[in-house]
């Protein structure tokens, strides 16, 4: 048992990686685009315009406000459409992409809020164009706390996983439903455990490194 014990887990934990690592990367990639256009048209922004703002801040949430588990259900169709079945790794991708693009989009936009406006005006008076600026300031300049919130997106997303797994995403959620809560295997449970706070640990210690070695206040 304590063979077959461990090749699940490593088979969980592999499945678990690669959804959430797959999930994380497109949720980076969007999530802070829009983070930048709802800085940049904010009202004291680099190019105001309420209608955008507003309407991204809608859709965004909206999003949020819905909890995984009826999101994940409701996506049915559309992960259908665009992965070809509603179960497994990568099905679960699709819910979990686009539960983390509006979470980490907040918190980016949280830091890109911080940015001292006296640097950003200094940029303008220098001639930088909203491109210029974006680039050498905004996202330099929020660059740890970015880090950070993107640490907190990829645990997040971790949990998240777990429920997606226990309704047939696969990964150590799955695990822990079929051979521990439909077996009454504790031994699993714990083990499933044990497994899912090292993977929050080692994310939230490396992304806390990452971001304090970004942080150039502490230079």
Request: net charge neutral; proline share 4%; with cysteine.
């Amino acid at each position: 048992m304590p063979d077959q014990l461990i090749d699940l887990l490593i088979s969980g934990t592999v499945d678990t990686l690669l959804m959430v690592g797959a999930s994380a990367l497109i949720a980076f990639l969007i999530g802070l685009p829009i983070a930048v256009v709802l800085v940049s048209t904010s009202e004291h922004g680099i190019h105001p315009s309420q209608k955008i703002n507003q309407a991204l801040g809608w859709v965004i949430n909206i999003t949020r406000s819905v909890p995984f588990l009826i999101l994940m259900v409701a996506l049915i169709p559309l992960t259908r459409w665009i992965v070809g079945t509603s179960y497994g790794v990568w099905a679960a991708v699709v819910p979990l992409t686009i539960a983390a693009i509006p979470f980490f989009a907040r918190i980016a936009e949280v830091s890109l809020r911080e940015v001292d406006q006296g640097l950003i005006e200094a940029a303008q008076a220098m001639g930088c164009n909203r491109k210029q600026i974006i680039w050498h300031v905004l996202l330099p300049e929020a660059l740890p706390g970015i880090v950070a919130g993107f640490t907190v997106t990829i645990v997040t997303m971790i949990n998240s996983s777990a429920i997606a797994g226990a309704i047939g995403a696969g990964g150590l959620g799955d695990i822990a439903y079929r051979y521990g809560y439909q077996r009454f295997d504790m031994q699993i449970m714990v083990a499933v455990i044990l497994v899912l706070i090292v993977l929050v640990m080692l994310v939230q210690a490396t992304g806390d490194a990452l971001a304090q070695q970004l942080d150039k206040r502490k230079v």
